[in-house]
């Protein structure tokens, strides 16, 4: 599909997704706690989960910035937290 010509999600597919995404960080994180606690910060597995976390929050940020422009005027916040 060409850009420009594309259906935006609608309010419920952000939800959807801002809920997959939020149990993904949650759960990211718990494991990323987890081996930087065994491994210490210098390991390369722990410095790969932490990298991978503050990717998964910048695409978070990214889908929130993208939900604000699909859903004009709704606090896409709460979707995106």
Do not use: W
Not at 30 to 48: E, H, I, K, S, W
Not at 49 to 74: I, S, W, Y
């Amino acid at each position: 599909m060409r850009p420009g010509t594309s259906i935006p999600l609608t309010l419920e597919e952000h939800r959807e997704l801002g809920a997959e995404v939020q149990t993904a960080r949650v759960r990211l994180r718990r494991l990323c706690d987890l081996m930087v606690a065994v491994y210490g910060p210098n390991n390369q597995a722990a410095f790969t989960f932490l990298k991978t976390v503050e990717d998964l929050d910048r695409l978070n940020q990214h889908l929130r910035a993208q939900a604000a422009e699909d859903l004009p005027g709704h606090p896409v916040d709460q979707i995106y937290p």
